[in-house]
């Protein structure tokens, strides 16, 4: 995705504004700025976000993704969480998985 048609998607912190938007090419050159790569791992992170988002209409808060990060590894999955997405779960990961900024987060 060309950056300059990506930054007329996005707010001023770098979120998607309409999530309906989002794609896995959009997600890719997000997580490139954050300097991650994608792997199956964050995958399986931002499509279950993506899912909860789509069936609840409300972000997933970090406690639901390591609950069901949990329920796919067999590791700390709060650690994990945060292995995967090292400035945090509002900070990168919703950002990758295309949701708005958050008002008030629980980190989990």
């Given at each position: ?61 970090a406690?639901?993704?390591?609950k ?19 400035y ?21």
């Amino acid at each position: 995705m060309e950056a300059d048609i990506l930054n007329t998607l996005l707010d001023e912190e770098g979120y998607l504004i309409d999530p309906a938007q989002w794609n896995e090419s959009i997600a890719q050159e997000l997580a490139k700025r954050a300097d991650i790569t994608l792997e199956e791992e964050h995958w399986d992170v931002i499509r279950f976000m993506r899912e909860y988002y789509a069936e609840h209409g409300i972000i997933a808060d970090a406690r639901h993704a390591i609950k069901h990060l949990a329920a796919h590894c067999d590791c700390d999955a709060r650690n994990r969480l945060f292995e995967l997405f090292p400035y945090g779960y509002v900070g990168q990961a919703c950002r990758i998985a295309g949701m708005k900024r958050p008002r008030a987060w629980s980190t989990g």
